[in-house]
């Protein structure tokens, strides 16, 4: 194949992908099929011989769609969106076509200077302070280690990167225990380790108790640890929890301690500023991270980490080898230096489309649609039979419990969500929270309407009525 046979098939595909989008609601949500199926569809080994890219292309419409869950389909209502806007798409097939390692400004001058916009761009379209700089990661996850890294470092005046940790003092993290997943992975990775993650106690809003974080930084400087760092939460991922951010912050910076939000799913919301109030206070915070994959329809992978000082990361980050310097302009921003990986993506391509193809005011109008028909949603579920709402939407998250009378819930809806899912007209995931198996509903497709959005308790109401 070379290019004139992709000017072809590239043409194959967008006709494709169309009819595909077109024919999402006809499909099921999550893949009906089972582990080794589609594996078991592929030859051994590769091919010797070069093959027929028709026959190629073929075999890709047998065997793939099919065995995919279809997070584009605008009834997928788990985990968090992972959205691809059509403008997002095609920002991603020119970068794709482009094809730059956009490690250093010398390999990638507009891909570097595009992303030093498309960061002050959403830094003022999400009423942040102008004192905020950043950089874009693949993942939330990338973003947190970096912050937790540099919690590290700082801690250790940058010993750690020097030294090793073999020998220096035992570092503490505070969190709470609704913080996701991947503060839990980087407190791993980063050598602090799991036991060193304080989770913090919750308050009746299910966010950290600013007096029990004091408390503990308090207990653990007298036993002799050296605390570096509070991550807070805003929309975490179980059940929507925020933190009280502006207490906690305050808390943190009188300990001289090094601040990191997560706010991957429910930042994109701060593009309204009616919904600034979760995080006030944010401007104190030394990184914040968000993913435009998630809630804005930039394409995924695409997160934003924002940095009031970008120096402490660059100090723990950066490397500038003589292979990797720009002779004559020492002083460029090369954001490698601010990752973790040294190879880098054109991501900010496909933020400039997307902004400039849907503007503030059309993705505000999909956000405020999203929360409200999630509101509506859980208050329709609020009255079906032996349904009810465990935890009330944060933004557009709420879950839900089956309770029918003589049978345990737990059980009742762990049942009741694999008969959704199986249905497959919708597509729902779970939770524990409190000791009870709830089921998440979270609202934030691309092309959503009320009218699928509605859809749930439709299935709900089907699939337990007379049962």
Not at 233 to 252: E, R
Request: charged letters at 20%; proline letters at 5%.
């Amino acid at each position: 194949m070379d290019h004139k046979d992709l000017r072809k098939w590239s043409g194959e595909a967008a006709k494709w992908a169309e009819d595909y989008h077109a024919s999402l609601r006809e499909r099921p949500v999550r893949a009906q099929t089972t582990p080794g199926v589609t594996a078991a569809k592929l030859p051994e080994i590769a091919p010797e011989a070069a093959e027929d890219m028709a026959a190629i292309f073929e075999d890709f419409k047998a065997i793939v769609p099919d065995a995919m869950t279809h997070w584009q389909h605008p009834r997928f209502f788990a985990y968090f969106p992972g959205n691809a806007s059509p403008a997002s798409m095609l920002a991603e097939q020119l970068a794709n076509a482009i094809s730059a390692q956009a490690m250093l400004w010398q390999t990638a001058p507009a891909a570097n200077e595009i992303e030093e916009v498309m960061i002050r761009w959403l830094r003022d379209a999400l009423g942040l302070s102008n004192h905020f700089t950043g950089t874009i990661h693949d993942s939330a996850t990338t973003a947190t280690l970096s912050a937790i890294l540099t919690m590290r470092e700082r801690a250790l005046d940058w010993k750690g990167i020097a030294e090793g940790l073999s020998g220096q003092p035992l570092l503490r993290l505070y969190a709470s225990a609704e913080t996701h997943s991947s503060v839990d992975k980087a407190a791993r990775l980063a050598g602090i380790g799991q036991n060193n993650l304080v989770k913090i106690d919750t308050d009746f809003e299910n966010g950290m108790d600013p007096a029990a974080l004091d408390s503990a930084i308090t207990a653990d400087s007298a036993a002799g640890y050296l605390p570096a760092g509070v991550i807070l939460c805003v929309g975490g991922t179980s059940i929507g929890a925020t933190d009280p951010i502006n207490a906690c912050l305050d808390v943190a910076k009188a300990r001289n301690l090094y601040t990191h939000i997560d706010a991957a799913w429910a930042g994109s919301a701060m593009i309204c500023p009616e919904f600034r109030a979760l995080w006030t206070g944010v401007d104190k915070a030394d990184s914040i991270v968000f993913n435009p994959h998630k809630w804005l329809g930039v394409q995924f992978d695409c997160a934003v980490q924002f940095l009031a000082d970008p120096t402490p990361q660059i100090n723990t980050m950066g490397l500038r080898p003589e292979y990797l310097k720009t002779q004559g302009a020492e002083d460029i921003v090369n954001y490698n230096e601010w990752t973790v990986p040294l190879g880098r993506r054109f991501r900010a391509l496909k933020i400039w489309f997307t902004l400039r193809a849907y503007g503030l005011t059309g993705l505000r109008e999909r956000i405020r649609n999203h929360v409200s028909w999630a509101n509506k949603v859980a208050e329709v579920i609020s009255t079906l039979p032996d349904f009810t709402i465990a935890t009330a939407p944060a933004l557009s998250l709420f879950t839900f419990q089956y309770v029918p009378e003589g049978q345990n819930p737990n059980e009742a809806t762990a049942k009741l969500l694999e008969r959704i899912n199986n249905d497959g007209r919708i597509y729902l995931t779970q939770t524990l929270h409190e000791g009870k198996f709830v089921i998440r509903v979270q609202v934030g497709q691309f092309d959503c309407t009320r009218d699928d959005v509605m859809m749930i308790p439709k299935v709900l109401s089907d699939l337990t009525r007379g049962s």
